[in-house]
């Protein structure tokens, strides 16, 4: 089993940052890659940045150039910094880890919101 505990979110206005962080815990010798995701009202939920335990990176295409994803693997820490924000990023931003067996981890959410 992996935990994962989101904190970080928060109201801010058009154009401002936050940083979302991650707190893992559990079987983590068994992830493969953690990232973040999100979901809108109505809306599925997306990926938004995922790093491989190899330190690769990637983006949807939506958020590249605005959003970094970082860890801190000594405190077991994932990061999603956002800036630029935009109304349209306004989402319920939720923590994954997938193990080797393509198992899912999810955390309980944390709420961004962007005002115009």
């Known amino acids: 089993q992996v935990q994962l505990v989101e904190s970080g979110g928060g109201l801010v206005q058009t154009g401002g940052s936050l940083r979302l962080s991650c707190a893992a815990s559990?079987?983590?010798?068994?992830?493969?890659?953690v990232g973040w995701y999100r979901q809108a009202p109505g809306k599925p939920r997306d990926v938004v940045a995922t790093?491989?335990?190899?330190?690769?990176?990637d983006y949807a295409d939506s958020v590249k150039g605005r959003f970094t994803i970082s860890r801190d693997i000594l405190k077991n820490w994932v990061y999603l910094q956002m800036n630029s924000l935009k109304p349209e990023d306004t989402a319920v931003y939720y923590c994954?880890?997938?193990?080797?067996?393509?198992?899912?981890?999810w955390g309980q959410g944390t709420q961004v919101t962007v005002s115009s």
């Open positions: 559990g079987r983590l010798f068994s992830v493969k890659a």
């Open positions: 994954n880890a997938a193990d080797y067996s393509s198992y899912q981890y």
């Open positions: 790093i491989t335990r190899g330190g690769s990176t």
